[in-house]
T-cell receptor, first 109, second 115 residues
Framework: SQQGEEDPQALSIQEGENATMNCSYKTSINNLQWYRQNSGRGLVHLILIRSNEREKHSGRLRVTLDTSKKSSSLLITASRAADTASYFCAVTGGFKTIFGAGTRLFVKA | NAGVTQTPKFQVLKTGQSMTLQCAQDMNHEYMSWYRQDPGMGLRLIHYSVGAGITDQGEVPNGYNVSRSTTEDFPLRLLSAAPSQTSVYFC??????????????FGEGSRLTVL
């Protein structure tokens, strides 16, 4: 399986701190994406990084991709209470986008 | 724009019943897919479609059928519901970049309980 696997499973931080989540996968990919899910809601796309890219930024988000290690990280800087959610990495290989189990982030005000 | 619309939002079935979860998108996306999400877990791919008339299996296709007669619609059929199919089902679509899917746009989900 090319499934992404996130680490840690859960993360609790204070408002203003940075949050880092990691994702590992097993096979070659076309792109890697990060999604956010608020409790009971649909997933919202955050950022997509292609297999030939190493780093990408979007607002307070920074994503890195290391294809030699088959891993990615998502950094959320200056976190806010509103960032409390589950975050999922998803890897696309061919026509399939496969999700990991997610990291639950709790940001304390 | 409505985006991706799923119906119904909630459904309770008895074991052995069949039903169809509807999914429609108004973004003219070629790629559509169905996922299920069990409590505390990520999404698992059931079936996907790269365009009208073309469907294929994902990670967990058993017990489900799909068809894609139009670009807009991608219904998911449960043939004979089982308690193991109790889950939240998400439909997603994507504007394909050339051939491959990119960013997925999700519906709000359909919560299915099988008794």
């Amino acid at each position: 399986s090319q499934q992404g696997e996130e680490d840690p499973q859960a993360l609790s931080i204070q408002e203003g701190e940075n949050a880092t989540m990691n994702c590992s996968y097993k096979t070659s990919i076309n792109n890697l994406q990060w999604y956010r899910q608020n409790s009971g809601r649909g997933l919202v796309h955050l950022i997509l990084i292609r297999s030939n890219e190493r780093e990408k930024h979007s607002g307070r988000l920074r994503v890195t991709l290391d294809t030699s290690k088959k891993s990615s990280s998502l950094l959320i800087t200056a976190s806010r209470a509103a960032d409390t959610a589950s975050y999922f990495c998803a890897v696309t290989g061919g026509f399939k986008t496969i999700f990991g189990a997610g990291t639950r982030l709790f940001v304390k005000a | 724009n409505a985006g991706v619309t799923q119906t119904p939002k909630f459904q309770v079935l008895k074991t052995g019943q069949s039903m169809t979860l509807q999914c429609a998108q108004d973004m003219n996306h070629e790629y559509m897919s169905w996922y299920r999400q069990d409590p505390g877990m990520g999404l698992r791919l059931i079936h996907y479609s790269v365009g009208a008339g073309i469907t294929d299996q994902g990670e967990v296709p058993n017990g489900y059928n799909v068809s894609r007669s139009t670009t807009e619609d991608f219904p998911l059929r449960l043939l004979s519901a089982a308690p193991s199919q109790t889950s939240v089902y998400f439909c997603a679509s994507s504007p394909t970049k050339g051939v491959l899917p990119g960013e997925l746009f999700f519906g709000e989900g359909s919560r299915l309980t099988v008794l």
